[in-house]
């Protein structure tokens, strides 16, 4: 589904993840998922680090070239959508792989 010729409606959950990417020396990444919490529900656009969820450490050069195999890309994103579902569902902050 493509949405991006269609105007915001600002209608979100309370609670979500960000993802961030972090480069480190030695030519290593970190992508970094940290839970983050709605500031206002009059406000979808405003939110707050809310719990550190996981980190997850790869070669620059594999991020770069997006060298990743089916089973990382497959990891990386059943960990967001079980975090996003527990979160909506029951506030649990479950462990994510490499969890810190």
Do not use: C
């Not at 600002?10 to 960000?18: I, Q």
């Not at 990444?29 to 919490?37: G, H, N, P, S, T």
Request: no cysteine; aromatic share 6%.
């Amino acid at each position: 589904m493509n949405i991006s010729n269609q105007p915001d409606d600002s209608d979100r959950g309370s609670t979500g993840v960000l993802a961030t990417l972090r480069n480190l020396s030695g030519g290593k990444a970190q992508l970094i998922f940290d839970d983050v919490q709605s500031i206002s529900t009059l406000d979808a656009l405003h939110w707050s680090q809310d719990n550190l969820f996981t980190i997850k450490e790869f070669d620059l050069s594999r991020l770069e070239k997006m060298d990743f195999t089916k089973e990382e890309l497959v990891e990386i994103a059943e960990n967001i959508l079980i975090r996003l579902s527990v979160l909506g569902k029951t506030g649990i902050k479950p462990k994510g792989y490499n969890a810190t």
